[in-house]
């Protein structure tokens, strides 16, 4: 906000040309485009943590989340390709049935391939997905520079941001919003490094929340 109030002082003090309005407006919206993302993570962070009631709660087809989610990143990132493979085929289709928040879980899939696009530096995002009958394991590669390993315990808390961000522009709040998320779900969520790649790897119980007791009943 500062930064903006700024810019418009700095106009006011006297006539400008045209072309500097130009300029002036689009620093502007950039700005107001970069708070109003802030504001709906900060929102989409409280509303994360609190507890799931039963009715907010709807059957999930994995494969279909993730082809949303995927679609909606390769629209606002077309210089990224995203890659996915199955570790192994479910033996039928309700293997591929999760319970949950389908929004907050979409908003969680989209933090994760927006860090993996963001962070990926023009290498191919790699998505691998593991069934089996208790859960379902999505890993996400990257090829860019790895995470220190002093700052990998900071991940996932608000506002953090590795030394491998510096450059590039974000607040901290993307994977802390999607280790809640997955927390509130029961999952996992966790970094590694594989075969020279960052890994991500976001694990979601199949449970039923008529059948479970796991999931909070407020």
């Not at 530096?121 to 995470?147: A, H, R």
């Not at 450059?167 to 020279?196: C, N, P, S």
């Not at 790649?197 to 407020?218: E, G, I």
Request: net charge neutral; charged share 20%.
């Amino acid at each position: 906000m500062a930064a903006v109030v700024n810019q418009i002082d700095l106009a006011l003090q006297q006539d400008r040309s045209s072309e500097y309005y130009k300029n002036l407006l689009l620093s502007l919206q950039e700005e107001h485009d970069r708070l109003s993302k802030l504001l709906q993570q900060l929102l989409q962070l409280f509303r994360s943590g609190q507890a799931i009631k039963l009715q907010n709660i709807e059957q999930i087809f994995y494969n279909e989340l993730i082809d949303e989610c995927m679609l909606q990143i390769s629209l606002a990132y077309p210089q990224s390709k995203l890659v996915l493979n199955f570790g192994n085929i479910p033996d039928q289709e309700n293997d591929m049935i999760l319970y949950g928040n389908s929004s907050l879980l979409a908003t969680a899939l989209i933090s994760l391939l927006e860090n993996a696009c963001k962070y990926g530096s023009g290498f191919p995002v790699l998505l691998e997905i593991g069934f089996d009958q208790g859960q379902i394991k999505l890993d996400i590669k990257n090829k860019g520079q790895l995470i220190p390993e002093l700052d990998r315990n900071h991940l996932f808390s608000p506002f953090f941001r590795s030394t491998n961000t510096i450059g590039k522009r974000g607040f901290g709040l993307g994977l802390a919003l999607a280790f809640k998320i997955t927390l509130l779900h029961q999952g996992q969520l966790f970094y590694t490094v594989v075969d020279g790649f960052n890994c991500f790897s976001w694990v979601l119980p199949k449970l039923n929340p008529l059948k479970s007791s796991k999931y909070p009943q407020s």
